[in-house]
């Protein structure tokens, strides 16, 4: 039975194999080249108290490519919230999830990890237009330590969205995109865009997609959050 606001959940507790179960449908619809690990950020899950014994385990050469529901930042959506966690060594630019089946960079969101740990998130749009959301070292994840990430966007207007950046969840960066233009590429991928240079290397867990902007009291890991300052970008094209 599908879950209600939920079109995709994907634990990676199949612990061997190649395709992944989308549970909130209960319909494989990833298939990937990666290995499993034990190493998982917590068990039980918070939020839904189910248990959790893998991981999925990138290499800078394995991918996992998605044909089930699209990417939830994509134009199919409105509001929306991205949720995964992430354990990653220090490493050079490495896309985490690239929201396009092949190689072409334009009508995607790409959400990567830069040296440092820095987050970068941008998309661009179908006529190749860049929208960058987040950049510099305004969100850092610490190397090698299991790190929760919530992106989710709110609908203000047709000519406004703002996303909220949370870490652990604790906010830290809004962007106003004040010209929205959303990607609406079918077919992912978590680990880059399967050409050497762009997979990731670490570990990912429970990536989960929900169509509405939730609050941290929502998210997987529901942790109190520790308040942080938060930096705002104002974009307009």
């Given at each position: 039975q599908a879950l209600a606001g939920i079109p995709a959940y994907y634990r990676f507790e199949e612990g061997s194999g190649t395709t992944v179960l989308n549970s909130a449908t209960g319909v494989s619809n990833g298939a990937h080249g990666a290995a499993y690990s034990s190493d998982v950020p917590i068990s039980p899950i918070p939020q839904t108290g189910a248990g959790n014994g893998f991981s999925l385990a990138f290499n800078?050469?394995?991918?996992?490519?998605?044909?089930?529901?699209?990417?939830?930042?994509?134009?199919g959506y409105g509001a929306a919230t991205l949720e995964f966690w992430i354990k990653a060594?220090?490493?050079?630019?490495?896309?985490?999830?690239?929201?396009?089946?092949?190689?072409?960079?334009?009508?995607?969101?790409?959400?990567?990890?830069?040296p440092g740990g820095a987050l970068n998130v941008d998309y661009r749009d179908p006529s190749a237009g860049l929208h960058e959301l987040l950049s510099g070292s305004t969100f850092v994840i610490t190397?090698?330590?299991?790190?929760?990430?919530?992106?989710?966007?709110?609908?203000?207007?047709?000519?406004?969205?703002?996303?909220?950046?949370y870490r652990n969840g604790s906010l830290v960066a809004?962007?106003?995109?004040?010209?929205?233009?959303?990607?609406?590429?079918?077919?992912?991928?978590?680990?880059?865009?399967?050409?050497?240079?762009?997979?990731?290397?670490?570990?990912?867990?429970?990536?989960?997609?929900?169509?509405?902007?939730?609050?941290?009291?929502?998210?997987?890991?529901?942790?109190?959050?520790?308040?942080?300052p938060r930096t705002i970008v104002l974009m307009g094209w």
């Open positions: 800078n050469i394995a991918s996992a490519n998605y044909t089930g529901p699209d990417f939830i930042l994509h134009a060594p220090d490493q050079p630019h490495s896309s985490i999830f690239w929201t396009r089946p092949d190689t072409v960079d334009s009508n995607r969101f790409n959400i990567s990890i830069n190397p090698d330590t299991w790190t929760h990430i919530a992106i989710t966007r709110q609908i203000d207007s047709a000519s406004q969205h703002t996303y909220d950046f809004t962007a106003i995109d004040s010209n929205p233009d959303l990607p609406t590429a079918n077919g992912w991928t978590i680990s880059g865009r399967t050409v050497a240079g762009f997979q990731m290397d670490g570990l990912i867990d429970e990536v989960r997609f929900s169509d509405t902007a939730l609050s941290p009291s929502g998210f997987l890991n529901a942790a109190a959050p520790i308040p942080e």
